[in-house]
């Protein structure tokens, strides 16, 4: 059973997800933003991958990933400070960011470290659903890693559940269409289909 697994099946009401920035305030902030946020109660732990262009993201977030840059986080930079996470960190861990340093990193050796260092699970805002099927799920799979897609109210229902069949650990339910990190509710919710969470 994988710690999301874990993590719903002893907790199915008010799970916390706490989303923090890699490499904020400072560049060797990141562990100690995390045990910190682990210690305050948080079950779940999404961890932003700093990126210089996140349209998605709203202007907290944006700045924290400016900021998180300037210190001179990278893909390569977080792995490092992620590879002995596990002697401390317990709760699930999702690496949120978008395919652009994914894809410059290389893709399966992203996936293929990302599950080295003990990450659960990736949100990829910007992986289409038809290259994550033709593409990239294979890989994400390979690595027994979690892939947790996106949904708003304005999903369509036949989209939904194609989104709830390709996604693993849960789905990730955004209060509307608009960029992240403002007053909105977001949430994670179980899938509806048994076996998923």
């Known amino acids: 059973m994988t710690r999301i697994e874990e993590l ?4 199915q009401q008010k799970v916390l997800n706490v989303y923090c920035t890699a490499g904020f305030p400072k560049l060797e902030s990141t562990l100690e933003v995390m045990q910190s946020l682990q210690d305050n109660g948080a079950d ?3 961890l932003g991958m700093p990126y210089s262009d996140p349209l998605a993201d709203g202007e907290v977030i944006q700045q924290s990933s400016a900021v998180a840059l300037q210190n001179g986080m990278t893909i390569a930079k977080l792995f490092e400070q992620l590879q002995d996470m596990r002697t401390t ?3 699930p861990v999702i690496l949120m960011g978008y395919m652009n340093p994914v894809m410059q990193y290389g893709f399966e050796n992203f996936c293929a470290k ?4 003990g ?3 990736l949100i990829l805002p910007d992986l289409p659903m038809y290259e994550y099927e033709s593409e990239y799920g294979a890989i994400i799979k390979k690595h027994s890693l979690n892939l947790i897609f996106l ?3 304005e999903t369509k229902d036949e989209r939904l559940v194609q989104i709830d069949k390709l996604s693993s ?3 990730y339910a955004v209060s509307s269409s608009s960029t992240t990190g403002n007053n909105k509710d977001t949430k994670a919710i179980r899938s509806a289909r048994p076996g998923i969470v």
């Open 8 to 11: 719903f099946k002893r907790k």
């Open 44 to 46: 779940l732990i999404e």
């Open 89 to 91: 960190i317990n709760v």
């Open 114 to 117: 990302a599950a080295e260092v």
């Open 119 to 121: 990450v659960d699970g």
């Open 151 to 153: 949904v708003t109210p």
């Open 169 to 171: 650990g849960f789905l």
